[in-house]
């Protein structure tokens, strides 16, 4: 068994190192040949992926991010990139043995009084078991797949390749600052041991929410490559898809809080908002909560940035040109030429339409979830191609990622509140420097460091 589990490891780490060849030659191709309006973006997508073949890992959660993401790559490479599966190679039970020996030692088992070598789930960076603590208390034990540090590294190497690619098309982005963005959020979901700060951070954000429900960490049980934490019973949310609309609506409130109320209080945004990462606590029909999941992506910004999600929110409101522009270069925004700033506001009074508009309503009237911003995002292109690539800021990579994610969750959910009136609550009373300060406290009482700016 040993020797076939490291058969397994090895044989994937020759397969990253081929995609690599694989991606490289094709890059070189398309710029030593000029394929590049010579042929038909869906074949150069179909191309990528049959360069990439039947990787799976960390590339999968950077194909997630991407996709959410307008105009970081080519609508066709985006759905080709989300085709393929995110899945990695599953650990048998001798190989968990022996990564569980190697996080907590010889007598690791000693420590629990029940542990499922079978894995309850599976993601791109490592596996989730069952398992009970020495008082009974129901657990979940996710362990870190080996070698995922060089998997990491090589998915990213490979994603340099494809936006070199995306490069040479002349986009309407410069997608440089997304990159940087990407990796530096994937490298950080390596770290367990931050991930259980961020959570006890999301715990202590959120006590004061009784809808929102976040795991409490097992440290004695946790390392940088294990994360142990309370196991929370719940159903999947696309269960609850044709349920009636006020349990509908109920649960759209719980994640209207779970992600708002972090941000505008302390800065603080939960990257990864797919959904997987929410289970729903109900009874029949009646909501009693939502847990929430997966704190390996989280997105701390300076309290300045904040204050300028909330510029631009009264700049929209009141037509404002000149607290939208305020707004863009609090951001990072720079040199803007007046139709750049007009493009940039088609997509923020997308985002922003349904904060403004005080009635009850879904979050996009009358459109589907596949076709969320879709629209608005070509316009976006269209707006922006004849000026050069944009620098989009680094800071704004995952705010616009999780706002677009959300905001497809509510869509599913065919969620209908007054967000206006939500949003307005949320930011109420808000001040840059009061925001900094209780941000501040929370991340030290977490044991995280300040946000840089």
Same mark, same amino acid.
């Given at each position: ?11 994937? $780490? ?41 990787? !799976?890992?960390?590339?999968? /959660? ?6 959410? &993401? ?41 420590? +629990?009084?029940?542990?499922?070598? %079978?894995? $309850? ?45 995306? #490069? ?25 041991? #931050? ?21 409490? =960490? ?20 696309? !269960? ?13 409130? $719980? ?9 505008? %209080?302390?800065?603080? =945004? ?27 992506? =989280? ?17 929209? !409101? ?5 607290? &939208? ?12 030429? #007046? ?10 009074? +997308? ?19 596949? %076709? ?5 995002? +070509? ?5 922006? /191609? ?17 706002? &677009? ?24 009373? +808000? ?12 991340? #030290? ?9």
């Amino acid at each position: 068994m040993q020797d076939n589990e490291a058969n397994r490891f090895s044989a994937r $780490a020759a397969r990253y190192a081929r995609v690599g060849a694989n991606v490289g030659a094709l890059a070189a191709r398309i710029a030593s040949n000029r394929l590049i309006g010579a042929q038909d973006p869906r074949s150069q997508a179909q191309a990528l992926a049959g360069a990439l073949g039947s990787l !799976k890992g960390p590339l999968m /959660k950077v194909a997630q991010m991407l996709a959410t &993401i307008p105009e970081a790559l080519p609508p066709d490479y985006a759905e080709e990139l989300m085709r393929l599966q995110a899945e990695a190679p599953a650990m048998g039970a001798a190989f968990v043995k022996r990564r569980m020996q190697a996080e907590l030692g010889p007598n690791w088992r000693s420590r +629990f009084a029940e542990f499922d070598l %079978h894995p $309850a789930a599976a993601a791109s960076l490592g596996q989730v078991h069952r398992a009970a603590a020495l008082d009974g208390e129901r657990l979940a034990c996710k362990l870190q797949y080996p070698e995922m540090a060089s998997a990491v590294e090589a998915d990213l190497a490979n994603l340099d390749l494809i936006f070199s690619i995306h #490069r040479r098309m002349g986009p309407a982005i410069d997608t440089r600052e997304i990159a940087a963005e990407i990796g530096a959020r994937v490298r950080e979901e390596l770290d367990y041991a #931050r991930e259980a700060k961020l959570a006890t951070l999301y715990r202590l954000m959120l006590a004061d929410r009784p809808m929102v429900r976040v795991p409490r =960490i097992v440290e004695a049980l946790s390392t940088r490559r294990l994360l142990t934490m309370q196991w929370l019973d719940g159903e999947k949310l696309v !269960k609850f898809e044709k349920a009636p609309q006020e349990t509908r609506n109920a649960i759209a409130l $719980a994640l209207f809080e779970a992600w708002w109320r972090p941000f505008s %209080h302390y800065g603080v =945004i939960h990257g990864d908002p797919h959904l997987g990462n929410y289970t729903i606590v109900a009874s029949g029909d009646e909501i009693a909560g939502v847990n929430l999941f997966d704190y390996g992506c =989280i997105r701390i910004f300076p309290a300045s940035f904040v204050g300028g999600v909330v510029e631009l929110y009264e700049g929209l !409101k009141s037509n404002d040109r000149a607290r &939208i522009v305020h707004a863009y270069e609090t951001w990072g925004f720079a040199n803007l030429k #007046r139709e750049t700033i007009d493009a940039l506001t088609i997509w923020a009074r +997308f985002i922003y339409g349904p904060l403004i508009d005080d009635r009850v309503r879904t979050i996009a009237d009358g459109v589907k979830p596949s %076709h969320y911003g879709r629209r608005e995002a +070509f316009a976006v292109h269209q707006a922006l /191609k004849a000026q050069g690539p944009l620098t989009v800021p680094r800071e704004f990579v995952f705010m616009d990622r999780a706002a &677009i994610g959300l905001g497809g969750v509510f869509l599913r959910l065919g969620a209908a509140l007054n967000f206006h009136r939500l949003f307005e609550a949320a930011i109420e009373g +808000f001040a840059v420097e009061e925001a900094a300060n209780r941000q501040a406290t929370a991340l #030290r009482e977490a044991g995280l460091e300040p946000a840089a700016g």
